[in-house]
């Protein structure tokens, strides 16, 4: 599919060694987070597994791995980022292992958004290659309409959306950001569309995309 002169890639076009590798088992590592936000970490620990279900991979309790990596030195990702993987293999089963990379998560009170950028970084416990990488930066619009017109409902809404952007759960900010950025990763084997998703068409492997 041509538009603009650029050209849509498929899924196998984009990334052949999810499909030559096969991962049926995936490690969510803990997030490496270099924001203020210290708290994201553990967002995105905890809201990973439900996406990659989804898409059909088994994934390893993190509820079951987080003293292990503890105790293991495993907690701080980084340690392993390019380090070899075996282990997780040979210990936990893992085909593969997702490291979470969160450089971004900044939340401006007058704009009323939350603004996150996270790569995604998937590698073979067995080769060590990734065989999956795509960042995106989803900001979540927190905006609120008061519904009354004028400078006084204008200003009823800006207060109310500054509010709304202060109590907002950010467990489904992190959430729609794992959907958004992973929806382009080929099923695993307990989807029914396992290895029949070559054709489908992908989005560019940095994405921004603003979501309510």
């Known amino acids: 599919m041509q538009s603009c002169g650029v050209t849509q890639l498929t899924r196998a076009e984009a990334y052949p060694a999810m499909y030559s590798a096969h991962p049926i088992s995936i490690v969510v590592m803990p997030p490496i987070n270099t924001t203020t936000n210290v708290e994201a970490k553990e967002f995105f620990y905890f809201?990973?597994?439900?996406?990659?279900?989804?898409?059909?991979?088994y994934v390893v309790s993190p509820f079951l791995c987080l003293d292990l990596f503890k105790t293991e030195s495993a907690y701080d990702a980084e340690n392993y980022a390019t380090a070899p993987l075996d282990q997780f293999r040979n210990i936990l089963g893992a085909d593969a292992a997702l490291f979470t990379y969160i450089s971004d998560w900044k939340k401006s009170t007058i704009g009323t958004t939350i603004t996150v950028s996270v790569e995604y970084v998937l590698r073979s416990t067995i080769t060590n290659e990734t065989i999956f990488q795509r960042k995106g930066t989803i900001t979540y619009d927190a905006s609120v309409?008061?519904?009354s017109g004028g400078l006084f409902g204008a200003l009823v809404s800006l207060a109310a959306s500054a509010l709304n952007t202060a109590l907002t759960d950010y467990i489904p900010i992190a959430r729609k950001c794992?959907?958004?950025v992973l929806t382009d990763m080929p099923e695993g084997k307990y989807s029914p569309l396992y290895d029949a998703d070559k054709t489908v068409r992908v989005g560019p492997k940095n994405i921004k995309k603003t979501v309510k």
């Open 178 to 180: 794992n959907e958004v």
């Open 145 to 147: 309409n008061a519904g």
């Open 47 to 57: 809201t990973l597994s439900r996406t990659l279900c989804e898409k059909g991979y």
